[in-house]
Structure formats: C-alpha cells, structure tokens
C-alpha cells in the first residue's frame, strides 16, 4: 500500500477520525504547531501528517463543495480536477430528467465529484479512476455522504468499462500532465481517440473538456455547452446522441444561484449598428459558444464591428448574460486625445478593458500619466476596423 494510501486508510479508523478533529481545533494557520499540537494528543505521526493535510484540503475545496468539504476527503490533484458541486449538480439533474437515463458510468471519477452529484440526482453510478488512491477516496466519499447504495467505485482503466447495461456515459479526462494545466486534447488521459469513440458505443455520452477546446472538435450533430461561474469559464461539455438538445449552450452561474442559459445555433454573425448610450460585455461562455448574435436579439442590441463580441444598445436591459455600461465618450483612438479626456474629467485611475486591440493595459496606463481624484474605466477596441477608446461607467 502507498503512504498516501495507508493515510488515507488510518484516517478511516476512531483514531483517524479524533487526528482530524484535533487538526481541526489546530488549525490556525501554523502547521508546525498544529503537527506539535497533535502528536502531544499522542497521534503517530503518519496520522497526524494525513490528517493536517485533510485539514487543509478540506478548509480549500470549501469553495467547491460548501459543507460538504468538512466531510470528505480529497488529494491535492484530484481537489484541483474536481468539477465545482453547483455545476456537477447542474449536469446531473439535466441528465436525470432525461427519460430512460438510470444507469451511468463515470469512466474518471476522480475524488467523485461528478458521480456524487449523479447520485444525489437519482442515478446509480459505476465510477472507475485508473489511479488507486483516488478511486480509494472517491469511494469514501461515497460512504460518507451516505450515498454508497448508488455508487460503486471501482480502480480500472477507463478502457476496460464494458459500457452494455449502462443509460449514458460520463468521462472528464485527466488535463494535468506532471502538475501542469494540459490545453491539446492530443494529451488528455484517456486519449482523445478514446473518447472521440464513446458516442459510437453509447450514444448518451457526455464529455467535459476544457473551456479552450477547439470548435473543429464538437461532432456536428453534438450539442457543446460552455460553463462559467462567477464570471469564469471552468468547462465545455460535449452533449452527444439523445442528449443533445441544442447545438449551443451558454450556461452562467453566479454563486449559489441556479444558473441561467442562452441557446442557439452557434453560426451567426449578427448585425453591425451604430454606437449608442449602452455598451454590452458578453460573458466568456456566450463569447466561446459563439452565441453572441443571439444575445443581442435578447438585447435588442448590435454589434459595434462584425469581428468583435462588444454589443450596443438603447437601453439598459438586466442580463446574466453581459455586463452593460453607459457610454460616455467615443474617441477614435490616440494617446493624446485619450489623455486629454481622461485629465479634463480629473481622471486619476483608470480601469482598462479591450476586445480587439493590440494595446497592452498597462503599458497604457503609464503613457497616460494620469493624475487626479476621478475614476473611470475605457474600453479598447474597434468600430468597423478603426481603432476606438470608449469612456464607460459600468451600469
Ligand atoms: C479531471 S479528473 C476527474 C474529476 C471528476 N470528474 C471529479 O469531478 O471529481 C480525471 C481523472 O481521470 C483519471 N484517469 C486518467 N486516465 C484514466 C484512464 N485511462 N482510466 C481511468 N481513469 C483515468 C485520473 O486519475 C483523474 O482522477
């Protein structure tokens, strides 16, 4: 048995659970007094070394997993790999309201993130992770969140899942390689050959992928969806056979709330306008799922130039979708004139935002040589090819 193995098993016992909690009551921001505090309790330091460390993952993943954090344990890769609970949550009770949708293998599961969710959902869950440790601790998340009827875990190369039996198929492939953030799918663990061929064994596949993911990879007949929360975009997630619905989704999650969608082809351009009083920012999911055009109609709103994902409008209309700002100023770009502006509005700070401009923010800031009480944000970008700064105040 490893040593992360034997931690997490000592870990599992009465005398585990008392190191947790005296890690816990130690816990002030000092480990080598928290490591002092807990083997004057007695604990062997094996035990109290797992134990500060679950400590300290569980107090980071509270971010992902609310109260149940406090509960479960976790490995640093597999806390970083985890899928957020509010967007597991979200996938699974999409796929749950799918008639026929019951049975569902996890072929990576990680720490159990996904599967949990899935369960949580109704669905029995055949979870497998290739690497031991992490289907040990996925499987004791199972047991602790008292979902282990509905989950079995198993440690088995995603390869060797023989897929009859199951209703849909869930894989979010390993994207880290030596600690590092992996962008080409050609380095995704399993490969992307393999996952490419899910959809023609079981059609009710489902894969997360990277938010970067390239379009030329969405099978035309998928629906892709891109997810953010908080204003992040944390994944896109391929919806194959029966499950895709749309060929696009935006999905916006802001903290707890439930989320609110944006669909649509995925294809437009959308039509060009001219400058008015409201500027609109799409959020990153609606930019990456190419569901602009379709945001403006939402918006009654153009785009400022048929390149770039800024849209304008007459009115403030409320949305999850973009951030809208008044237009103050419409300046044809040059630093003078800029500088001009800004210092005859007693600008001293300035926030700086740009789609479309080669400008570097602050090397900006610096040329501007502000000095004053007043704040203000510009927008770099452009208007039919030429470049623009718009002075803006967010609305
Ligand atoms: C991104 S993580 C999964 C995270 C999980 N969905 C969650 O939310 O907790 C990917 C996992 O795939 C596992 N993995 C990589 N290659 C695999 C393979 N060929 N078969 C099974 N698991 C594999 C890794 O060990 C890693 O735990």
Not at 161 to 170: R, S
């Amino acid at each position: 048995m490893s040593d992360a193995a034997e931690g997490l098993a000592a870990l599992r016992t009465a005398e585990g659970e008392a190191a947790l909690t005296a890690a816990r009551e130690a816990a002030n921001g000092d480990p080598l007094a928290a490591a002092a505090a807990l083997r004057a309790r007695g604990h062997p330091p094996h035990v109290a070394a797992a134990a500060l460390t679950q400590t300290d993952l569980r107090a980071r993943a509270a971010g992902k997993f609310g109260d149940d954090a406090g509960r479960m344990f976790f490995t640093r890769d597999g806390l970083q790999q985890a899928t957020r609970g509010v967007v597991a949550a979200r996938r699974a009770a999409r796929l749950a309201a799918f008639s026929g949708v019951r049975r569902i293998a996890d072929l990576c599961c990680g720490i159990g993130a996904d599967a949990i969710a899935f369960a949580r959902a109704g669905l029995t869950v055949h979870a497998v992770d290739a690497d031991p440790v992490t289907a040990q601790v996925a499987a004791a998340n199972a047991e602790l969140l008292g979902l282990a009827d509905r989950i079995v875990v198993a440690c088995a190369d995603a390869a060797s899942v023989e897929l009859a039996g199951f209703d849909a198929v869930f894989c979010d492939p390993a994207r880290r390689s030596g600690g590092r953030r992996v962008f080409d799918p050609g380095a995704y663990s399993p490969s992307w050959d393999f996952l490419a061929a899910l959809p023609s064994r079981l059609p009710s596949t489902v894969l997360k992928l990277g938010p970067g993911i390239d379009h030329a990879l969405i099978p035309s007949l998928a629906e892709a969806e891109w997810v953010s929360v908080s204003g992040d975009v944390v994944e896109a997630a391929f919806w194959h056979g029966p499950l895709a619905e749309v060929p696009r989704r935006a999905t916006v999650i802001r903290g707890a709330d439930s989320g609110a969608e944006l669909t649509g082809s995925g294809d437009r351009l959308g039509d060009v306008g001219p400058v008015r009083d409201v500027l609109y920012d799409p959020g990153g999911a609606v930019v990456r799922a190419h569901l602009v055009a379709e945001l403006a109609d939402r918006l009654d709103a153009t785009l400022l130039d048929p390149t770039i994902a800024y849209l304008t409008g007459d009115t403030a209309v409320t949305t999850p979708f973009a951030r809208a700002y008044r237009i103050e100023d419409v300046l044809p770009f040059s630093l003078k004139r800029l500088r001009a502006a800004l210092r005859e509005r007693g600008v001293g700070r300035v926030t700086i935002k740009k789609r479309g401009s080669a400008l570097v923010p602050e090397q900006l800031r610096r040329e501007l040589r502000l000095d004053g009480p007043a704040e203000a944000t510009v927008v770099l970008t452009r208007i039919r090819s030429r470049p623009y700064a718009l002075l803006v105040s967010p609305l």
